[in-house]
Structures are given as C-alpha cells and as structure tokens.
C-alpha cells in the first residue's frame, strides 16, 4: 500500500475543521509524551499521517518517517508495555516531483509526476483506558500545583517567621 501526501494533507485539513478529533490527537499525545516516548531516537521527527480512528475501546494513529530515520524500536516496545498495539511497515508515499525541466510534467499536463519515497510508518493502537488513565494523573498534577500556588500567595510575608534558633544557653531549664 502507498500512501498519497495528498490524502496526508487532507487528514490534516479534517483536524484543523474537528476541534473532537484535534482533542483526541492532543490526548494521544500527551500520552506519548508522559511515557517518554520522545527521548527515544527520531520519534519527534515523526508526521501524522493517518488518524486519530476512534475505536469502541481504542484509538489508532498512523505517523511516517522518512527511511532513513526510522523510529528508534525501543519506543515502541515500551508503549507495548502499556497495552498499545504498535506496528512498524517500511512502504512509500507518493509525493510530486518538483519541475525543473520539460521531462518532469506528467504527459499531457502541467502537473509534475509523481514519484514514490520510501518511508517508515508507525502505526499506534492506544487503549482509551490508557489515555483517560493518563489524562486524570495530569490534571490531579496540575491541580495540586495549583492548589499549592495559591496557599503560597495568600499566605501573607509578614505572618511567616523562620523559626528562631535555639542556642543551648538560652534553652529553657530542665530540656
């Protein structure tokens, strides 16, 4: 199977029209980024190409890489520990070639042809489990940050007083 930089495009063109499927890539996301998966090799490099699929119990996501800058498998293995389905597939994406002379229009237009570039794409099947799982420990991170912030600001700076130390001479009689 290739896959069309057009169809790529237009996948990207959905998200930016369904603010649903954004929120579910954003949550996708989150969770890849929660589990480290970006410290491996090349996974930042990655583009979405296909998804989110939203599934009864999962979510799916296609990502592509050029073939020289494949995705390091440990990333992968580790969202396996999670309970996501990752699959790795070496194909090609069909990109315009850029005109430079009359032999790259394709016959009897003024388009360029097309030419297949060799590609890794990742496929991620993330449990909804995982991804709501994920979510509520962030936003309890968040709201305990928050909470503390404001205990600091409405404590007033003259109420808090370092505690006075204590030299053994002036230590109350029968300590």
């Not at 090349?42 to 494949?70: D, H, Q, T």
């Not at 909804?128 to 404001?150: F, H, I």
Request: charged share 30%.
């Amino acid at each position: 199977m290739h896959y069309d930089i057009a169809e790529v495009i237009k996948n990207i063109q959905t998200l930016s029209e369904n603010t649903g499927a954004f929120e579910v890539l954003k949550d996708f996301e989150r969770v890849l980024d929660e589990l480290d998966i970006y410290v491996f090799k090349n996974w930042e490099e990655g583009e979405l190409c296909e998804g989110p699929i939203v599934n009864r119990y999962s979510v799916k996501c296609s990502f592509m890489w050029e073939a020289k800058e494949m995705p390091d498998p440990q990333g992968g293995k580790r969202l396996l520990d999670y309970g996501c389905k990752v699959v790795y597939k070496k194909t090609k994406v069909l990109v315009p070639r850029k005109i430079k002379d009359p032999s790259d229009y394709r016959p009897g237009t003024k388009k360029g042809k097309i030419d297949p570039h060799p590609v890794w794409i990742v496929s991620i099947d993330m449990p909804k489990k995982l991804m709501q799982d994920v979510g509520v420990g962030s936003e309890n991170r968040e709201n305990l940050q928050m909470a503390e912030m404001m205990r600091y600001s409405q404590q007033n700076p003259a109420d808090v007083q370092p505690p006075a130390a204590e030299s053994p001479a002036e230590a109350p009689a029968g300590a």
